[in-house]
């Protein structure tokens, strides 16, 4: 591998790994704010155990989060300089926004709602949690609108002297198509993500009726937030999908592994072939499906990768603007089948758990507590699928990736940094998994009844839980 190759593969590890700590964060900042609402209108006991149960989870969740997300600014000028350079005067400005305004708005009202329990009033302390909970959502938003101005470059010019992107209209940057497309599929995924989480541990409580009266209404609140939001992916996903094939048909041509072009386009379930993706050995189609989900009509015509390279070439000059098909085409279908598995799950569950009752098969508890995998997985599947299915660009259509990788840096040197984040990101992911997994079967804190807000407990706590 030369330094573009394991440039690339640092990229794709970071951001990846970061990624698994985002959608948990946005999804249980939702859901503890609503478990603290439900006690401050009902003062009902177990509501306040349950915010301070999931309120520890999320806050170990938030920590990890921000110390892997880090990385990823250090790497952009590290291996990814010539990128920075060009791109710098139009990505730095959503990225300094989120900096300034959302992570200044959740990391202030978390510190107040963290150390405010017995020192603000009770509205005053319920606003901090939801302030930094819309703190997260705004920080999605402004890193999705970089991320969506690298899938469709829109509110800039390219300087001749300098050669580089400069911004022109902030606007049309934060209304840019591809943003608004993704940022709701992001959202309702979050959403799931943290439903999943929440379902999971409240299965494994349950499974030992362990603290029924707090998990039981949790359960029924994350299934049913799952559900919901799995709608809300599959919708806007159906959104985005056209979307991208407006803007991007080669990624959609790779997603169904279509090389020739299809009027109507058939959608395949599964489909062995060569291993480059080349030749179609066996498959199990739906008629029409990819035609309705790439334009919106059954009949419609889905351009294929041949076609689209073809016109590729005549627009940008000679190249290879295939993405790798193989990835491409599984990454598609691991986010759709993983996502899927999470919404089935949850409506199975919700039904099981109709009037009150809890199942007594104990495979309906284990199955629970491994789906909160499948989030995670259909999150990580989704970024490799939009980020590999854009290649060869860095910037679509503007700045090859080839052009982005930082010219100086040597291959030793990016090999020993993939090989220090890998080992780093290893270590933190113990502590993450040791963390929620102590303090997930720790279960709720016991209260003191003249004080509720403090734990009685004698064991001992994170210093910033409480």
């Known amino acids: 591998m030369d330094a573009l190759d394991l440039a690339r593969w640092q990229f794709g590890i970071t951001t990846v790994y970061h990624f698994l700590f985002v959608p948990l964060t946005i999804g249980l900042s939702v859901l503890v704010a609503g478990l603290q ?4 209108r009902t003062g009902k006991e177990h509501y306040l155990r349950a915010t301070k149960f999931w309120g520890k989870l999320f806050l170990i969740n938030f920590a990890i ?12 000028g590290m291996a990814w300089s010539d990128y920075s350079r060009f791109v710098g005067d139009v990505f730095g400005a959503p990225l300094a926004m989120e900096a300034l305004l959302a992570f200044f708005l959740e990391s202030t009202f978390l510190g107040l709602w963290i150390f405010g329990w017995d020192r603000l009033p009770q509205r005053v302390h319920l606003a901090t949690i939801w302030l930094a909970a819309i703190g997260t959502w705004l920080s999605a938003a402004f890193i999705l609108a970089a991320n969506s101005w690298m899938q469709h470059p829109v509110g800039y010019a390219v300087d001749p002297e300098t050669g580089k992107a400069r911004l022109t209209d902030i606007v049309a940057v934060l ?8 940022y709701p599929h992001t959202i309702t995924a979050s959403l799931v993500t943290g439903g999943a989480f929440m379902i999971g541990v409240s299965a494994w409580h349950l499974a030992r009726r362990r603290d029924v009266d707090v ?3 949790c359960l029924r609140l994350a299934l049913v937030v799952t559900l919901v939001g799995s709608v809300g992916v599959a919708v806007s996903g159906d959104v985005q999908a056209k979307v991208m094939t407006e803007q991007q048909p080669m990624k959609m041509a790779a997603a169904e592994a279509l090389y020739q072009t299809s009027e109507p386009a058939s959608f395949s379930v599964l489909t062995i072939g060569t291993p480059d993706g080349s030749e179609e050995l066996w498959s199990w189609r739906v008629p029409h499906v990819l035609s309705f989900m790439a334009t919106g009509d059954p009949d419609g015509e889905v351009e294929g990768i041949d076609d689209v390279q073809a016109a590729m070439v005549q627009r940008y000059g000679p190249g ?4 790798n098909v193989p990835v491409t085409y599984w ?7 993983f996502g899927a598995l999470s919404a089935v799950l949850a409506g199975a569950l919700l039904w099981l758990t109709r009037r009150r009752r809890l199942p007594t098969n104990t495979w309906v508890w284990r199955t629970a507590v491994l789906s909160i995998g499948f989030p995670f997985a259909a999150n990580s599947a989704g970024w490799v699928f939009t ?7 860095s910037v679509f259509g503007v ?3 080839e052009d982005s990788v930082s010219p100086s840096m040597s291959t030793a040197t990016v090999a020993t940094s993939l090989a220090v984040f890998t080992l780093l990101y290893g270590a933190l992911a113990v502590i993450e998994l040791g963390l929620l997994t102590k303090y997930a079967k720790a279960g709720p804190p016991q209260l003191h009844h003249d004080d509720p807000t403090a734990a009685e407990d004698d064991e001992p706590v994170l210093a910033f839980a409480y």
Not at 37 to 40: D, G, L, P
Request: proline residues 6%; glycine residues 8%; charged residues 15%.
């Open 331 to 337: 990454a598609f279908r691991y986010m759709m089948g």
């Open 320 to 323: 290879d603007y295939r993405p």
């Open 399 to 401: 700045l090859r990736t």
């Open 65 to 76: 989060g921000v110390a892997t997300g880090i990385v990823q600014e250090f790497q952009f």
């Open 37 to 40: 609402t439900a006690w401050h």
């Open 215 to 217: 998990f039981s209404p």
């Open 175 to 182: 209304t840019n198509s591809t943003f608004l497309a993704a």
């Open 387 to 393: 980020e590999m299915g854009r290649q060869p660009w």
